[in-house]
């Protein structure tokens, strides 16, 4: 079993997997950052600064008049939050476009990347050795 998990971890796909969480992880820190540093404030300012994160219902416990979702919590009552869930999803939808948005860039590079600069044009060299060799052949036979 140990010499099979040694086999394990030296294969490169393992690396590659490692590499690529903590590339995953660095690129979370980025979109995350964009998405609520750059685009929500747009957005905000579109939508009159819009903001569904302290829209709750208290299921049970006390919770003063106007209270804010993390004051509700600290106040021990049980809420449930719907426009911090509603936010969440927003910021999904938000996350997954700009994600596209970059994916779909990265491969029009990628692609242009790949384009030969100059394409050679198709040069005829004449016959091939199997077309020779059977015309040799039907040359015979008369």
Known sequence: ?????????????????????IIGAAFTAIVTSLVGDIINPIIGLFTGGVDFTNNYAVLSGEVPTGASLDEARKAGASVFAYGAF???????????FVVFMLVKMVNRIKAAADKPDDVAPDVHTGPSQLDVLLEIRDALRK
């Open 86 to 96: 509603l936010m969440a999803v927003i910021n999904f939808f938000i996350i997954a």
């Open 1 to 21: 079993m140990i010499q099979e998990f040694k086999d394990f971890i030296a294969k490169g796909n393992v690396m590659d997997m490692a590499v690529g969480i």
